[in-house]
């Protein structure tokens, strides 16, 4: 009896020992450790420099996690990777024998109403573009038809806006509808079409922004793209709009090039988290790196050979199905985020700043993440991903910008 009450006397001493060396050896990661316990029920958090890992919770862990839109910055890298920031989308205009419009779709993800209204301001001074046209097709021949992306449904929420070769302002329509159910655009730059007011009749009152399913999208553009043009004195004979690529004969008579480069598409995906900008860019990329139709699986093997090649990921700290975060088939590691905030480091001043702080958030339900640069003197990169139905991740940033993370404390 006298025995085993020493032996566990011994041992309880000599955890308390091992504590204490511990403690002594590293009393801010101990503090942290403390902190960090209540706060990251499922999930890890992660601090390090350029050479390595200074910090992670839990210790030694290298989960494999949902990051939600943090997965913007692969997206982001790739598509720099295989354009370059200077790059500018654009889309084509042909003619063809009988005075019929073409417009030739390759993906640009920023075809709002103030690029069309340039487009026909431009295309109007052209001498020899006939005012009078017969009808208007859309050749949309580049991308793949029904690309579906996982974790995107059918509904009205803008977050679920379907991707495709011509786009217009995003696959949504932003409207007004006041107290007697009048109906106007809420954009003063975007006309207010007859497919608009039918969809906005049965809406409550104030703004609302609507994605539209692909054959509204079809609509939608038609009409959109026939009223700019209208309004600089050109018609069309045919009332429908129809799909038919281009043909040889047909005259090339204008490109446009989008007036923001990719950088600056770039800086506001991140800004504004858009999935569907996202998701176009994935697509591109996998047209640029595998040819045409762009397709949901080119864009993502394309994406992965980057990662894997130019970015030196391990295949097994990553799964992809798609390019903005949006599925929860997803998955990224902490250190694979940190290699992916290293490649980015570049082009950090592209991201939203919060209390100082160079960040891209994600969130789903029971996901809450965020990645970024801490400030100070020497790059710091820090990872928080909660895959958890509370959101501390606010309060561990807060937790991580008191600390000091500098040579010699850990």
């Known amino acids: 009896m006298q025995e085993k ?16 060396v511990l403690w002594a050896a590293n009393p801010s990661q101990s503090k942290l450790n403390i902190q960090l316990k209540s706060l990251v029920r499922n999930g890890s958090v992660l601090i390090a420099n350029e050479q390595q890992v200074l910090y992670r919770y839990p210790p030694n862990k290298n989960p494999l996690l ?3 839109s943090v997965l913007k910055y692969a997206t982001a890298l790739s598509s720099l990777h295989y354009f370059g920031s200077e790059y500018s989308f654009n889309t084509e205009f042909y003619i ?4 019929s419009l073409i417009i030739k779709g390759k993906g640009d993800p920023f075809l709002v109403s103030e690029e069309w209204q340039q487009i026909a301001q431009k295309i109007s001074l052209l001498p020899d573009v006939p005012k009078k046209m017969q009808g208007l097709f859309f050749d949309t021949s580049l991308f793949s038809e029904n690309i579906k992306i996982p974790g995107i449904s059918f509904s009205n929420n ?14 949504t329509v932003f409207v007004k509808v006041d107290s007697k159910g009048h109906v106007t655009s809420a954009e003063k730059q975007t006309p207010l079409t007859p497919l608009a007011r039918r969809l906005a009749k049965k809406l409550s009152p104030g703004a609302h922004r609507i994605s ?23 018609s069309f004979e045919n009332k429908n709009v129809a799909l038919r690529s281009v043909r040889n004969g047909d005259h090339l008579f204008y490109t446009h090039s989008n007036i923001l480069t990719l950088k600056e598409v770039i800086a506001g995906m991140l800004r504004f988290s858009n999935n569907f900008t996202a998701n176009q860019l994935l697509l591109t990329v996998g047209l ?13 093997r394309a994406l992965t050979e980057y990662l894997r090649q130019e970015v030196k990921l391990p295949t097994e700290q990553f799964k ?10 997803n998955r990224l590691t902490p250190e694979a985020i940190w290699q992916l905030l290293k490649a980015f480091a570049p082009y950090q001043d592209l991201l939203h700043e919060d209390n100082g702080v160079l960040l891209k958030t994600g969130t789903l339900r029971g996901v809450y993440t965020m990645a970024g640069y801490l400030p100070g003197t020497q790059p710091l990169y820090f990872v928080i ?5 509370q959101n501390y991740r606010n309060k561990i940033l807060q937790i991580l910008l008191s600390t000091d993370f500098s040579a010699g404390k850990f």
């Open 66 to 68: 949902i990051p939600a």
């Open 96 to 99: 063809d024998q009988n005075n």
């Open 212 to 234: 539209l399913k692909p054959n509204l999208s079809f609509t939608y553009s038609g009409e959109l793209i026939k009223s700019f043009f209208r309004k600089e004195g050109f």
């Open 5 to 20: 009450m020493f032996r566990l006397i011994l041992g309880t001493g000599i955890i308390i020992l091992l504590s204490s």
């Open 288 to 300: 640029q790196r595998y040819g045409p139709p762009a397709t949901l699986e080119k864009g993502t």
């Open 385 to 389: 991903l909660l895959n958890q139905s």
């Open 158 to 171: 803008p977050f679920d806006a379907h991707n495709g070769a011509l786009v217009v302002n995003f696959n």
């Open 320 to 329: 992809l199905v798609e390019g903005s975060g949006i599925s929860r088939k």
